[in-house]
């Protein structure tokens, strides 16, 4: 019985959220056309996030190096929560808040997008990695949730789903990232569920 309730209750709040999201579809698209165009001048789409963020950064840098659903040429996708030895350096040398915001430093370009991902939004490392983009003319396009939190207004376009409920949030994150990068595909007339 309890967790037929429990499972009913996660169900529910599931289905509100998903309900709520359609909202967001311009602002995913606006997300995709900004990536999709980074890439085809040459630049690479960054993706940082903590424990299951950072999966979901992971899962959509690899729905871009590898494919979405078909063949086709690779994408520049590239997850920060990846290298062992560079998160254990930086946070050794110079904390963990600074694990991304390096990253950003040593790697990122002017033109590039960052993909910055907290269901809280106040993630300390996601928040420098997002300052960081921004001072070198990084693009930053924030996944978020509850109300965007810390940084909200940190970044240039804000894709937060209301709800708090972190596995939720999560839930929708995935969702919304495998739409955005089906529509990078498309854009980049590469693939997309429908082309």
């Given at each position: 019985m309890g967790s037929t309730s429990l499972f009913d209750r996660a169900l529910a709040e599931h289905e509100r959220v998903f309900d709520g999201i359609a909202r967001l579809a311009p602002v995913l698209e606006a997300a995709a056309a900004r990536a999709a165009?980074?890439?085809?001048r040459g630049g690479?789409?960054?993706?940082?996030g903590n424990g299951g963020s950072a999966g979901d950064a992971q899962h959509l840098a690899a729905e871009l190096v590898g494919r979405l659903v078909r063949d086709r040429r690779a994408l520049p996708g590239l997850a920060l929560s990846t290298d062992?030895?560079?998160l254990t350096c930086i946070a050794n040398d110079f904390g963990y808040d600074e694990v991304f915001a390096?990253?950003?430093e040593g790697i990122g370009r002017p033109g590039d997008v960052l993909i910055a991902i907290s269901t809280s939004g106040n993630s300390p490392n996601v928040v420098r990695a997002a300052q960081a983009a921004r001072q070198l003319g990084i693009y930053v396009v924030g996944f978020l949730g509850r109300d965007g939190g810390t940084l909200g207004p940190l970044v240039d376009l804000a894709?937060?789903?209301a709800s708090d409920e972190t596995a939720r949030i999560q839930e929708?994150?995935?969702f919304l990232g495998h739409v955005m990068c089906a529509?990078?595909?498309q854009r980049l007339g590469v693939g997309g569920w429908d082309s």
């Amino acid at each position: 019985m309890g967790s037929t309730s429990l499972f009913d209750r996660a169900l529910a709040e599931h289905e509100r959220v998903f309900d709520g999201i359609a909202r967001l579809a311009p602002v995913l698209e606006a997300a995709a056309a900004r990536a999709a165009e980074c890439i085809e001048r040459g630049g690479k789409i960054l993706f940082c996030g903590n424990g299951g963020s950072a999966g979901d950064a992971q899962h959509l840098a690899a729905e871009l190096v590898g494919r979405l659903v078909r063949d086709r040429r690779a994408l520049p996708g590239l997850a920060l929560s990846t290298d062992s030895s560079a998160l254990t350096c930086i946070a050794n040398d110079f904390g963990y808040d600074e694990v991304f915001a390096r990253q950003v430093e040593g790697i990122g370009r002017p033109g590039d997008v960052l993909i910055a991902i907290s269901t809280s939004g106040n993630s300390p490392n996601v928040v420098r990695a997002a300052q960081a983009a921004r001072q070198l003319g990084i693009y930053v396009v924030g996944f978020l949730g509850r109300d965007g939190g810390t940084l909200g207004p940190l970044v240039d376009l804000a894709v937060t789903v209301a709800s708090d409920e972190t596995a939720r949030i999560q839930e929708a994150h995935i969702f919304l990232g495998h739409v955005m990068c089906a529509r990078i595909e498309q854009r980049l007339g590469v693939g997309g569920w429908d082309s």
